[in-house]
């Protein structure tokens, strides 16, 4: 049987207690879950490439079956390549799933073979949201609360 592979595709712009929380009930489905950052040029970001590529490496150590990586383009031209027939996605609220379930039900028609997996987010990191820790961050403010250890000791 071939291996089901899922891709969690992101910013990670950084990676929050909310993607990791993910990951983690997404783990035991898949044989192998790539977290892969998109390579998006118009986007600016906060944290270079190579630092959120670092950040995921260190949260994900010592989960075997998660890799990282980076992509540019499509996410399903991507998940191709590699041969993932899963995208995972987290939910936080209404605006999240409408934003994403467009894009799902694009892809199904795209009939590419890449199914999205939703994943409910837990009730404490609902309101956890990238944008607001990098304000938090540049301001100087304290972001513990919303970031795992392993990306706070590399801050
Ligand atoms: P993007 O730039 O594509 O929105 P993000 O890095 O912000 O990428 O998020 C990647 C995925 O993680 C998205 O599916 C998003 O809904 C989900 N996500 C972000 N924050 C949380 C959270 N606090 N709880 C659950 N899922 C989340």
Not at 7 to 16: E, L, M
Not at 96 to 119: C, H, P, R, W
Not at 139 to 152: I, K, Q, R, T, Y
């Amino acid at each position: 049987m071939s291996k089901k592979i899922a891709v969690f595709p992101g910013s990670f712009d950084p990676i929050t207690l909310g993607h990791r929380a993910i990951v983690n009930k997404a783990y035991d489905l898949f044989d192998e879950i790539v977290v892969a950052i998109g390579e998006n040029s118009s986007k600016k970001h906060y944290f270079s490439l190579e630092e959120r590529k670092q950040h995921l490496e260190a949260v994900f150590a010592g989960k075997d079956k998660v890799t990282i990586a980076t992509y540019s383009g499509l996410t399903t031209d991507y998940c191709k390549s590699i041969g993932a027939t899963y995208l995972i996605r987290g939910l936080r609220d209404g605006k999240d799933f409408e934003y994403e379930k467009s894009i799902a039900i694009m892809n199904s028609q795209l009939k590419n073979g890449v199914e999205t997996m939703f994943f409910m987010t837990d009730a404490e990191y609902s309101a956890i949201n990238s944008y607001i820790v990098r304000d938090i961050l540049k301001h100087g403010g304290d972001a513990s609360a919303f970031l795992p250890n392993e990306v706070l000791k590399l801050l």
